[in-house]
């Protein structure tokens, strides 16, 4: 029989050991929190202007210094067409997004997504093209013809020029659309169309012996910038993180490259009452 000093000395073992186990368990929850904490990844769709391997190839390079600078991990989001895009914003999907200027009204509008910063250095102007040796010299005779366009809801390059075309002008015609911004100024080159519509920004990202194949018939007064938008549902001191980081990009030589290739030139702090509530007003649900 064991003696009341045996008993206490393995109670004092038994609860040691019970304190170990103890002390492991809350080591190992906490280690599983640290690495759930760290596996966290913010989502970033981008608009599809152009083909998804271009964007990957614009904005990738951009997303690997973002992560580097602020320790959080990215994942890039691209979409076949703008019916895909604009359906995943307003199930809130992606944490961030590059969109359009009306695209983020409607973003805004379903989700609550607000802006974080846009380019400062240019508007965003719609233009019609048509080839350089096409015979239309006004933009009146386009009435009846047949007309390229990215995608039914496409901002600059499709609601807007649209809608000021027949509403302003007072044309009519047969839009063709075609995905992306690429096809539109392809389908130009092989008169496909009599005509095109794209923007200043997509347009100075193409191959320079295209261009020369290109010529401005008509332009749209041009609207802010596209913006970088964020969801609500991520913290605000992740947004102010990501916010910096894209602002200082702008003091080297390295990061203004960065930014040259997601058109982001100039990025400034942006403001949705200041910069984008204005659009809801154009009557682009039409």
Known sequence: MKTGVERARQNRRLAKNVGCLLLLVLLAGLQAGALHAEARVYTLAVVPQHPP??????????????????????????????????AALHRGEPDFSYL????????????????????????LVGLLLVRQDSPLKSVHELD??????PSPNAFAASLYMRHWL?????????????G???????????????AGSGVNTTLSSQPE????????????????AHPLAVHPQVP????????????KLKNTAAGRQLLNAVQVAEPVAADYQ?????????????
């Not at 210094?65 to 991990?73: A, E, F, I, P, S």
């Not at 992306?180 to 009599?194: A, E, F, L, S, W």
């Open 166 to 178: 027949r509403k302003t002008v007072g044309i009519d015609f047969t839009p063709r659309y075609v």
């Open 274 to 286: 200041r910069d984008y509530a204005h659009l809801e007003n154009m009557g682009f649900e039409e």
């Open 236 to 247: 605000e001191e992740i947004q102010k993180q990501v916010q910096a980081a894209m602002l």
């Open 144 to 149: 009846g013809k047949t007309i390229a366009f």
């Open 53 to 86: 391997l271009i964007i990957h190839r614009n904005w990738r390079p951009l997303l690997k210094r973002l992560q580097q600078d602020t320790g959080l991990q990215f994942r890039l989001k691209t979409y076949n067409d703008f019916r895909q895009f604009l």
């Open 180 to 194: 992306t911004h690429d096809n539109v100024y392809r389908h130009i080159v092989r008169g496909k169309v009599h």
């Open 100 to 123: 359009a200027p009306y695209h983020l009204v409607l973003a805004h509008r379903s989700q609550g997504y607000q802006p974080l910063l846009r380019d400062d250095s240019r508007q």
């Open 209 to 224: 012996a295209l261009k020369q194949r290109l010529r401005i018939l008509y332009d749209v007064p041009g609207v802010v």
